[in-house]
């Protein structure tokens, strides 16, 4: 029988929210507390997300290491720094083994490591290594030979090993980033129930003209228009069928569009905390304009613009569909009903049709998200969102809470009754 953990602390102080909410007079939406969910079960993951046939699947599990000869009896174990690859063989690998394999209907399961790639979504090499220290090919030796593959790393893998499964006929899930908040809740949940949700949700959004972004950072204001063209709604909701080569990125819980084009602009904050207008125009950055911080970086930002214009082309625009607790992670805290994102670089892996040779260097050929959210961009505000479609305008959220249209849209499948606003509060 596989280990179960339960839910522990968030990783997010809640007495530093209250200082940045005083301080900067953020609405928080509603987020559930971790002792709701119940108790990660690495069998229930994988029975939801990828069903269980008659035929015995082989299943193999990728961690990144910036050295793989880490990887060599498994010596990453006795490191600091490595949290996420030593969860990936304590709550995955070592659980398949000590009787899962069975409850999921795997007849084996295999560890392989490759080198760090250092950007989200970025391509990997080939070179691989498995636990006895002998090197492989990732697409020859792994990609190619297996039903099932699980990549749990630092950095997304998202994009290229979607390509793969599409190529080598496989499924699989990309979980980068997984922490002790994202087991006991994002991977804790029922995703037939989170797809349910995502549907409804996309079909409020789907077929939309545009969406207005509109911010508050520091006292002023900017809007970005993100163009959409009435395509058809995607979503990112877990399941990854029997038959169907493709990829999920868990926890999920996500809506969203390829943009066709944007104008405007949008703050950006970086990890310091320098904050910077990002101009945008016919779909893409064009430049970036310094409004609090470390001016450098903003000038090596629009070097970067310069020498690889790839680089600024807005190729996401997505919208959270769970009820989550903030991880302190993007991968989860991304998916959290509120918050939005838009993302630059490929994709590919999206439906679009930025891909890496489009870029000057394949170092750039990233696809990196720009979430908005309280504890991650706390001088920031998204004070609404607005949808244009069917040449009506309405407001779908306002300071991170859905409004009452929104709500009215998803509310045979949301608890809708979380979100009401205290009295005197408009909505």
Do not use: W
């Not at 082989?58 to 010596?75: E, H, Q, S, V, Y």
């Amino acid at each position: 029988m596989m280990p179960t953990i339960s839910p522990v602390n968030p990783l997010i102080d809640q007495e530093l929210f209250g200082m940045l909410e005083h301080r900067y007079k953020l609405t928080f939406m509603y987020t559930p507390n971790l002792n709701e969910f119940e108790a990660f079960s690495l069998s229930r993951l994988l029975t939801t997300c990828f069903g269980k046939t008659d035929e015995e699947l082989t299943a193999c599990i990728l961690i990144d290491l910036p050295d793989i000869g880490l990887m060599k009896d498994f010596a990453f174990m006795n490191h600091d720094g490595f949290q996420v690859q030593q969860y990936a063989k304590k709550y995955f690998y070592d659980s398949l083994n000590d009787g899962g394999l069975a409850e999921v209907g795997y007849s084996s399961v295999d560890f392989f490591a490759f080198k760090t790639t250092g950007g989200s979504n970025l391509d990997p090499e080939d070179d691989a290594s498995d636990e006895n220290g002998k090197h492989l090919s990732l697409e020859k030796d792994i990609c190619s030979k297996y039903d099932i593959i699980l990549a749990i790393t630092d950095y997304s893998l998202t994009a290229p090993l979607t390509a793969m499964a599409k190529k080598y006929n496989f499924r699989g899930a990309t979980l980068h980033g997984v922490n002790d908040t994202i087991l006991g809740s994002g991977l804790s949940v029922d995703y037939r129930k989170i797809s349910e949700q995502a549907e409804v949700f996309r079909s409020a959004l789907d077929k939309a003209d545009a969406f207005e972004l509109n911010f508050e950072v520091l006292g002023e204001t900017l809007s970005l228009t993100i163009d959409c063209d009435q395509q058809t709604a995607q979503k990112s909701h877990g399941l990854c069928p029997f038959g169907k080569p493709d990829v999920a990125n868990l926890p999920a819980g996500e809506v969203y569009f390829v943009p066709t084009s944007a104008n405007g602009s949008f703050p950006f904050r970086y990890s310091d905390g320098t904050l910077a207008e990002m101009v945008v125009s016919d779909g893409a950055i064009q430049k970036a304009i310094l409004i609090e911080g470390d001016a450098s970086l903003v000038s090596e930002r629009n070097q970067q613009l310069l020498d690889d214009p790839a680089t600024g082309i807005i190729g996401e625009l997505g919208f959270g569909t769970q009820l989550l607790p903030f991880s302190g992670k993007d991968i989860q805290d991304e998916k959290i009903l509120g918050t939005c994102h838009v993302a630059t670089g490929r994709s590919d892996h999206l439906g679009g049709n930025l891909t890496p040779d489009l870029f000057n260097s394949r170092l750039n050929a990233s696809h990196d998200d720009i979430l908005f959210a309280p504890p991650k961009t706390p001088e920031i505000t998204v004070t609404s969102v607005v949808m244009l479609k069917n040449g009506d305008t309405v407001e779908l959220f306002r300071n991170y809470t859905p409004t009452s249209f929104l709500l009215s849209q998803i509310d045979t499948v949301y608890p809708v009754e979380k979100f009401a606003a205290p009295a005197g509060q408009p909505t």
